[in-house]
Structure formats: structure tokens, C-alpha cells
């Protein structure tokens, strides 16, 4: 599958002033993340500090969730050059994700039809894996995304509808 958009990928393809917490450019508390692609995967690194803590020296789990759904909405972006909306989250800590210690996240799609995508993301810290998710998305059409969304598409947005 060839990848629709130019490398990197990052959240300026939605403008430098878009509010996603994920990989919005300017969030001030956001990730900030940009995304890779490398073969079937969708690769990102992050570093957690204490802006992102939950027990003393760990990133809060909510925000681990929070960084492999965003990671595999981007796999959409970059394989389907489509958007989605996280329909099912299914996911596991298997060890604490240390805060100042980098994380590399993968995704990938492991099935899509025209209206669904299911992705798989693990997150990783010194070469071991401390979560895994299965996520399932909607691809919406335009209509459909401005009734979730309860405003008109951002222009920015146009060319991802499904």
C-alpha cells in the first residue's frame, strides 16, 4: 500500500493552529507527536515528562491510552489518507511507562472496508513493550463527520472524509 501523503507526518496538515491534543504543532500541553512510516508501520517517539504524570515517576495511564489512539488514527492518515473517530479501544498496560524514558509507538491497519478501520498499536521503552491496543474506527463521509463534529468540516479536514 502506497502512502498518499509526503513524509513526515505531523499535525501542521491540519494547520499550525489546530487543538488536537495529540499532535497539535502549538498545544501547549499537548504531544506534539509527528508520525513515520516504516514498511506497514506507523512509527512515533515521545518522551514523557512530569506534565504527564500519574503515580510518582509514571505516565498517567489515561494518557498512555490516549497516545496509542492517536498514534493509530494516524495510520489511517497516512495508509488510507483518511480520518476516523475511535469507535472500540481495547488496550493493555503491561509494564509502568516510565516518564524521561523515550517510547516508540507502532501501528498498523489490520483490516479495513470502506466504513470500518481496526489498527493494533504497542508502545514500547528500552526495547520492552509496556501497552498494546486494538482500536476500531469509523471513516465517515463529510455529512456524517460535521454531524459529530456539530460544525462544518475545517478545510484543512476536506480531503480526508471518507
Same mark, same amino acid.
Given at each position: 500500500?502506497?502512502?498518499?501523503?509526503?513524509?513526515?507526518?505531523?499535525?501542521?496538515?491540519? &494547520? @499550525? #493552529?489546530?487543538?488536537?491534543? %495529540?499532535? %497539535?504543532? +502549538?498545544?501547549?500541553?499537548?504531544?506534539? !507527536?509527528? /508520525?513515520?512510516?516504516? &514498511?506497514? #508501520?506507523?512509527?512515533?517517539? =515521545?518522551?514523557?515528562?512530569?506534565?504527564?504524570?500519574?503515580?510518582?515517576?509514571?505516565?498517567?495511564?489515561? @494518557?498512555?491510552?490516549? !497516545?496509542?489512539?492517536? $498514534?493509530?488514527?494516524?495510520?489511517?492518515?497516512? *495508509? $488510507?489518507?483518511?480520518?476516523? /473517530?475511535?469507535?472500540?479501544f481495547e488496550g493493555?498496560l503491561q509494564a509502568?511507562? +516510565?516518564?524521561?524514558?523515550?517510547?516508540?509507538?507502532?501501528?498498523?491497519?489490520?483490516?479495513?472496508?470502506s466504513r470500518t478501520?481496526?489498527?493494533?498499536?504497542? @508502545?514500547?521503552?528500552?526495547? *520492552?513493550?509496556?501497552?498494546?491496543?486494538? @482500536?476500531? =474506527?469509523?471513516?465517515?463521509?463529510?455529512?456524517?463527520?460535521?454531524?459529530?463534529?456539530?460544525?462544518?468540516?475545517?478545510?484543512?479536514?476536506?480531503?480526508?472524509?471518507?
Amino acid at each position: 500500500m502506497d502512502s498518499p501523503l509526503p513524509l513526515p507526518l505531523d499535525g501542521t496538515l491540519f &494547520g @499550525l #493552529d489546530q487543538p488536537c491534543f %495529540g499532535c %497539535g504543532p +502549538r498545544h501547549p500541553a499537548g504531544f506534539r !507527536l509527528s /508520525f513515520v512510516e516504516d &514498511g506497514e #508501520d506507523v512509527v512515533t517517539h =515521545f518522551t514523557p515528562d512530569d506534565r504527564y504524570q500519574g503515580p510518582p515517576g509514571v505516565m498517567h495511564g489515561g @494518557l498512555v491510552f490516549t !497516545l496509542a489512539d492517536e $498514534l493509530a488514527a494516524w495510520v489511517l492518515i497516512a *495508509r $488510507l489518507g483518511k480520518f476516523g /473517530f475511535t469507535a472500540r479501544f481495547e488496550g493493555k498496560l503491561q509494564a509502568p511507562t +516510565r516518564l524521561g524514558v523515550e517510547l516508540e509507538g507502532r501501528a498498523r491497519i489490520t483490516r479495513s472496508t470502506s466504513r470500518t478501520a481496526e489498527v493494533t498499536a504497542q @508502545l514500547s521503552q528500552a526495547g *520492552r513493550q509496556v501497552f498494546e491496543a486494538s @482500536l476500531t =474506527f469509523a471513516l465517515l463521509d463529510r455529512g456524517a463527520t460535521e454531524k459529530l463534529l456539530g460544525r462544518a468540516l475545517p478545510k484543512e479536514w476536506e480531503g480526508f472524509a471518507r
